[in-house]
């Protein structure tokens, strides 16, 4: 859009994917043996194609540098990424940052292969620039989060060595962790003592722990006893008692703003950032650390003149009227009512919290009724008076200086920015050093608290997660204000990767020697929790790619219209990729050990047992499992794979097991004996003993029989529980199921017996289970030296079918492109493959949009239809509803031109209701064409109106047209079902939720009366209307189409989408030029016209060619 030939250009990964599309290839239809007669394309087509490859033209660009990589693994965007390295040119420089790609070695190998370039994997070495230290903070304490102190990602001593990550500073020392299944005692699954929980706050816990249990235990005591001296609570009741007592006590742990704030100060941690999910939280956090800080005993004389609404009050007690803890349907909207939390009032009798906790505000305070703060010249009085600076220098965070140069800026904003001015709140806000930041805000004012930041005229920002990735607003520490949020499951830990994007914000790269990142107490969660989400793996990047109707038309073009290219591009995903390198990877495998010569049976089948137990391990990771996908069993398998790998772990587990085997083995023994004694007794009645030393003999005879038979129960639970025997069972379960690897299992388990039954060592039976001891003497017979993983372990969700589900994906996306006239066949063959396929204008307007759905948006722009007539069960069905006396009147119309016309009745109904529909549209105004394109962009909110209730507040003309569209929705979303689209890539909406909105700003409304209307807030209304805008830019921007052609007349047949009608691309431009303006401001400008209509046209009338000519004329004024 600016200085587009520069030498360096910033834009977003779609822009740039959109140009690699369009990339020059150096081919031509006719290089590639296709006559011209095949392919008709007038003059304007071939002028758009030259403008377009000189727009797409990347032959000098010799870099390309995608920020935040990992982002290719996010839902929706994620296709975006992988398509812009598929489509760069081969001569183009990749480099792909981030700070969380656990399988980056997979996507270097990956790049490589696509591009053809050596790929190197850098990696930061040694230590962050700017190290972290973490902690946890609570009512009582702010404390270190580890034990070493040194410790955490991006720490001095990072991990400690576990998964690579850091020095390994205590090897020997390590804490059991909790496992779910039957593993809980093995060295491979615990933390570094360095991760474990600072001794401050261990101790902290325990006495929390302990007070619970004294509490609990004086209930018990209190309660009365049953007559068998056992007491009425049960011990089901205690548990449920004790989960409940330590809710209550979570939630009193929960610091304060104001507490942490000050800790910040007292530490020398400011400027911070606190993370907070829910934009309600920003702003209500925000406002109350600014009354808190007024709130502090202040002489009256010394508060400014225009604020002198709010003076700390009197204490009018506590909060009694809701719900202490209840979580709302915000992740970070709490509302609880704490006992020591002060009430402060007004001099206007409302009231606010001063001590409220970031995660338990609550709308009671609202101060947005005050007067509306105009600064308006400077006098004695005013807030620009060294007497009010000083005040806010005083209560805030800020120095003197520090105030006055933000209070000129706030000055200088509001009143070059009247209509999106600062409210009265937010400038005081800001003169105490505190901001807001979240998508809810005007870009502006984020832009304005952004540039203060970087600047150090602010100390602490509120601001949701979105700040993490993208933002230059770099701080001394950051504060997690939640370890959970609300997803599709409910409420869920925070992933790794977004806690560690948050913590990466802290440290400034020349100003801090350490960043700080603290985690803040929830009524929820604890410091485990926080350990538990900083330790865990981050998840790989999942290929995201998904065909869509812009690729298929792009790729036609690049591949001169044969589909080999198409298949060729498609086959190079990522998902396809790690599909082909793990078939290769199996394959590989087993054959290295099917030439094991000189390995021993044991070795061939401990490697098929771990090969078997890898894969199985992937299967789960990656969610295509059979046998489940649980946390569980994720945990098990690993731990399982993990020993077999390791050499030195597998002969530990082997020692273990041998010597739990031993000690069971010499239990029973002694059982044996005690049983044998019991039963060589001689009869009690050959004693010539007193019948009361008899009794005694035998029942201490079997009370030691019974002790021992424990032991011997205990004995085999260590021997089950061990992991040698889950190793055992596991391999029974894999040799059970129907596949080349139970198969495999099942022949190197056969060899490894038949060698020792040969030489007679003991007798195995052919295809019996395989016992724990048994797999314990193969495994202290087997070499346990270069053991190591087989597969790489770190990879994205595997599919099998991913290559093949692609490619049948795009053809279903050309089969309906073909159906609606968009790409059309020049030399026919037998399979689709292997067809000649050239771009009608139609299909050049489909891979020119940007949309998700761009056939969609292009037909219910009237630019499209079913020239195929694949819809025509639509019809029939119609019909069988007016035969049973439903009658559809949308149809009266045009049945009353069939009356009229006998040649109309020729013309297909898809192709009637298409021009129809164009009629309609040029009617329209250029506010309502604006209105009515928001409609086929924007999503509809969560809370929304009814859809009659929307389709209320249109227009007439609207109305008719919305009519029109659904006909043609239905038709498109027919051909479709039948091509098996999936619904994902041919979602087709139609939402009338902001269409009076848009409407109304196109207009010419003022801002703040349409965002009175629209009643959202105000970020969400310029992100509707920018994605609005930005819709009608890319359809004003369309390659122009002369109207010649357009206009139906009632005889001719068309075989192919003519595509936007000028008239409606003019309307859309209009329309971009009334939404332009500020706060919604683009400046991305328009392409000029440079065809020329040159065709000679004698059945036109002059009244036909004046029109066109106005049309002309009026895109290069708004151009």
């Known amino acids: 859009s600016i200085r587009r030939g520069a030498d360096v250009t910033i834009m977003t990964t779609e822009v740039y994917r959109n140009m690699a599309w369009r990339a020059k290839t150096g081919q031509s239809n006719l290089a590639n043996g296709?006559?011209?007669?095949?392919?008709?394309?007038?003059?304007?087509?071939?002028l758009e194609s030259a403008r377009m490859d000189e727009f797409a033209d990347l032959s000098s660009n010799s870099i390309v540098v995608l920020d935040e990589f990992h982002y290719m693994g996010q839902k929706g965007r994620g296709s975006t990424w992988e398509?812009?390295?598929?489509?760069?040119?081969?001569?183009?420089?990749?480099?792909?940052?981030?700070?969380?790609?656990p399988n980056a070695h997979r996507l270097a190998a990956w790049m490589e292969s696509v591009t053809g370039r050596k790929s190197v994997l850098v990696e930061a070495g040694g230590k962050r620039p700017v190290p972290l230290k973490y902690y946890f903070a609570s009512k009582r304490d702010f404390?270190?989060?580890?034990?070493?102190?040194?410790?955490?990602?991006?720490?001095?001593?990072?991990?400690?060595?576990?998964?690579?990550?850091?020095?390994?500073?205590?090897?020997?020392?390590?804490?059991?962790?909790?496992?779910?299944?039957?593993?809980?005692?093995?060295?491979?699954?615990?933390?570094?003592?360095?991760?474990?929980?600072?001794?401050?706050?261990?101790?902290?816990?325990?006495?929390?722990?302990?007070?619970?249990?004294?509490?609990?235990?004086?209930?018990?005591?209190?309660?009365?006893?049953?007559?068998?001296?056992?007491?009425?609570?049960?011990?089901?009741?205690?548990?449920?008692?004790?989960?409940?007592?330590?809710?209550?006590?979570?939630?009193?742990?929960?610091?304060s703003i104001s507490t942490l704030i000050r800790r910040l100060q007292e530490n020398d941690l400011l400027p911070a950032i606190f993370f907070i999910f829910s934009r309600k939280g920003c702003d209500n956090a925000a406002q109350v650390l600014c009354e808190t800080l007024k709130s502090a005993d202040e002489p009256?004389?010394?508060?400014?003149?225009?604020?002198?609404?709010?003076?700390?009050?009197?204490?009018?007690?506590?909060?009694?009227?809701?719900?202490?803890?209840?979580?709302?349907?915000?992740?970070?909207?709490?509302?609880?009512?704490?006992?020591?939390?002060?009430?402060?009032?007004?001099?206007?009798?409302?009231?606010?919290?001063?001590?409220?906790?970031?995660?338990?505000?609550?709308?009671?305070?609202?101060?947005?009724?005050?007067?509306?703060f105009k600064p308006t010249g400077v006098y004695d009085d005013s807030f620009l008076s060294d007497e009010n600076i000083q005040y806010y220098a005083d209560v805030g965070l800020l120095t003197f200086d520090e105030v006055k140069k933000v209070a000129f800026r706030v000055l200088k904003f509001n009143m070059e920015n009247e209509e999106i001015e600062f409210s009265n709140d937010t400038v005081e806000q800001i003169l105490c050093g505190i901001g807001s930041h979240h998508a809810g805000l005007l870009p502006a004012h984020k832009a304005f608290t952004e540039t203060l930041y970087r600047l150090q005229l602010m100390k602490v920002v509120f601001a949701t997660e979105t700040l993490a990735a993208g933002i230059n607003m770099p701080a001394r520490t950051t504060i997690i204000a939640s370890m959970a949020k609300r997803g599709d499951k409910g409420m869920e830990l925070l992933e790794t990767s977004n806690m560690l994007q948050m913590a990466g914000r802290a440290g400034r790269r020349g100003m801090d020697t350490q960043g700080a990142c603290v985690v803040a107490a929830t009524p929820f969660e604890g410091p485990e929790d926080a350990i538990t989400i900083l330790t865990n793996e981050i998840k790989p990047v999942v290929s995201q790619f998904t065909p869509s109707f812009a690729l298929a038309v792009n790729l036609v073009e690049r591949g001169s219209g044969k589909l080999d290219l198409a298949r060729s591009m498609v086959q190079k995903s990522f998902a396809a990729w790690e599909s082909r390198q793990r078939e290769e990877e199996m394959e590989s495998a087993m054959g290295v050990m099917?030439?094991?010569?000189?390995?021993?049976?044991?070795?061939?089948?401990?490697?098929?047992?771990?090969?078997?137990?890898?894969?199985?391990?992937?299967?789960?990771?990656?969610?295509?499992?059979?046998?489940?996908?649980?946390?569980?069993?994720?945990?098990?398998?690993?731990?399982?794979?993990?020993?077999?790998a390791d050499g030195k772990k597998l002969k530990k587990v082997s020692k273990r097991h041998s010597g739990c085997a031993q000690m069971l083995e010499l239990e029973q023994s002694t059982l044996k004996y005690l049983e044998r004694e019991l039963r060589e007794r001689p009869d009690d009645?050959?004693?010539?003993?007193?019948?009361?030393?008899?009794?005694?003999?035998?029942?201490?005879?079997?009370?030691?029989?019974?002790?021992?038979?424990?032991?011997?129960?205990?004995?085999?639970?260590?021997?089950?529980?061990?992991?040698?025997?889950?190793?055992?069972?596991?391999?029974?379960?894999?040799?059970?199921?129907?596949?080349?690897?139970?198969?495999?299992?099942?022949?190197?388990?056969?060899?490894?017996?038949?060698?020792?039954?040969?030489?007679?060592?003991?007798?195995?039976?052919?295809?019996?289970?395989?016992?724990?001891?048994?797999?314990?003497?193969?495994?202290?017979?087997?070499?346990?030296?270069?053991?190591?993983?087989?597969?790489?372990?770190?990879?994205?969700?595997?599919?099998?079918?991913?290559?093949?589900?692609?490619?049948?994906?795009?053809?279903?996306?050309?089969n309906v492109l073909e159906s609606y006239g968009c790409i059309v066949k020049a030399t026919e063959s037998e399979s689709a493959d292997s067809s000649t396929y050239y771009v009608s204008s139609g299909g050049t307007h489909v891979g020119g949009l940007g949309m998700d759905n761009s056939l969609w948006t292009l037909t219910a722009l009237g630019g499209a239809f079913d020239v195929a007539y694949e819809s025509a069960e639509l019809d029939k069905f119609q019909d069988a509803l007016s035969?049973?006396?439903?009658?559809?009147?949308?149809?009266?119309?045009?049945?009353?031109?069939?009356?009229?016309?006998?040649?109309?009745?020729?013309?297909?109904?898809?192709?009637?209701?298409?021009?129809?529909?164009?009629?309609?549209?040029?009617?329209?105004?250029?506010?309502?064409?604006?209105?009515?394109?928001?409609?086929?962009?924007?999503?509809?909110?969560?809370?929304?109106?009814?859809?009659?209730?929307?389709?209320?507040?249109?227009?007439?003309?609207?109305?008719?047209?919305?009519?029109?569209a659904l006909l043609a929705m239905e038709r498109l979303n027919e051909v479709q079902r039948k091509f098996s689209l999936d619904d994902s890539i041919g979602k087709s909406q139609l939402e009338l939720n902001a269409c009076d909105v848009v409407t109304r700003w196109a207009a010419g409304d003022s801002w703040s009366d349409v965002l009175l209307m629209s009643g959202a807030a105000p970020g969400d209304l310029v992100r509707t209307l920018s994605r609005c805008l930005d819709a009608l830019k890319q359809l004003g921007n369309v390659p122009y189409i002369p109207a010649r052609g357009f206009d139906g007349d009632g005889v001719t047949i068309r075989t192919e989408a003519s595509g936007l009608h000028p008239r409606i691309r003019a309307l859309c431009r209009d329309a971009a030029a009334e939404m332009d303006r500020y706060p919604v401001k683009d400046i991305m400008p328009f392409e000029e016209d440079t065809e020329e209509d040159t065709e000679e046209d004698t059945e036109d009338d002059s009244s036909e060619e004046a029109e066109e000519e106005k049309e002309n004329s009026d895109d290069k004024e708004v151009a």
């Not at 006495?207 to 004294?214: P, V």
């Not at 939390?341 to 009231?351: C, I, K, S, T």
């Not at 401990?606 to 059979?626: C, W, Y």
């Not at 038979?709 to 021997?719: I, S």
């Open 685 to 814: 009645n050959d004693l010539d003993l007193p019948v009361d030393m008899i009794d005694n003999e035998k029942s201490e005879l079997l009370a030691e029989i019974k002790t021992q038979r424990q032991r011997v129960l205990k004995g085999e639970r260590e021997v089950n529980d061990s992991m040698m025997s889950v190793i055992a069972k596991v391999a029974n379960n894999r040799m059970n199921a129907e596949d080349e690897t139970a198969e495999a299992l099942k022949n190197t388990l056969a060899a490894v017996r038949e060698s020792y039954n040969s030489e007679g060592s003991f007798i195995l039976q052919e295809g019996g289970i395989l016992e724990p001891g048994e797999l314990n003497f193969y495994v202290k017979n087997c070499s346990k030296k270069n053991r190591a993983p087989l597969l790489a372990l770190t990879t994205s969700a595997p599919s099998e079918d991913a290559e093949d589900e692609n490619w049948s994906q795009t053809l279903a996306i050309l």
């Open 300 to 372: 009256k004389d010394k508060m400014p003149n225009i604020k002198k609404k709010f003076r700390k009050g009197k204490k009018i007690g506590r909060g009694k009227g809701r719900a202490r803890g209840r979580r709302t349907s915000n992740n970070n909207d709490w509302d609880l009512n704490e006992d020591e939390l002060a009430m402060v009032q007004d001099v206007d009798g409302r009231n606010f919290r001063a001590d409220l906790l970031d995660q338990l505000l609550s709308d009671d305070f609202d101060s947005s009724n005050t007067d509306r």
């Open 34 to 46: 296709i006559e011209q007669d095949d392919i008709q394309m007038d003059n304007s087509q071939l």
């Open 83 to 101: 398509e812009s390295v598929i489509f760069t040119p081969q001569h183009t420089q990749i480099v792909g940052l981030s700070a969380t790609l």
């Open 883 to 964: 035969f049973l006396g439903i009658e559809d009147d949308s149809n009266d119309e045009d049945d009353e031109i069939e009356e009229d016309s006998d040649d109309f009745v020729n013309i297909p109904k898809p192709q009637r209701e298409s021009e129809k529909l164009v009629t309609e549209l040029c009617e329209l105004s250029a506010s309502e064409m604006a209105g009515y394109v928001s409609a086929l962009v924007i999503d509809a909110p969560r809370n929304s109106d009814s859809a009659i209730a929307s389709f209320q507040k249109l227009t007439y003309n609207q109305q008719r047209v919305v009519q029109g």
């Open 594 to 644: 099917d030439n094991q010569d000189n390995s021993s049976p044991e070795d061939q089948f401990l490697n098929v047992l771990q090969l078997a137990l890898e894969k199985e391990l992937i299967e789960a990771r990656t969610g295509t499992s059979p046998t489940g996908t649980s946390k569980g069993k994720i945990s098990k398998l690993a731990a399982l794979v993990d020993i077999l």
């Open 143 to 255: 404390s270190p989060l580890f034990r070493d102190v040194a410790a955490g990602p991006g720490a001095d001593h990072g991990l400690l060595g576990l998964r690579g990550d850091g020095i390994t500073k205590t090897p020997k020392k390590l804490k059991d962790m909790k496992v779910k299944g039957k593993i809980t005692a093995d060295d491979n699954n615990a933390l570094p003592r360095g991760l474990e929980l600072h001794p401050t706050l261990q101790s902290s816990l325990e006495r929390r722990l302990a007070s619970i249990d004294r509490r609990i235990q004086k209930i018990v005591e209190r309660e009365s006893y049953d007559d068998y001296g056992g007491s009425f609570i049960s011990g089901r009741e205690k548990r449920r008692m004790k989960d409940n007592m330590l809710k209550a006590e979570l939630k009193k742990s929960v610091p």
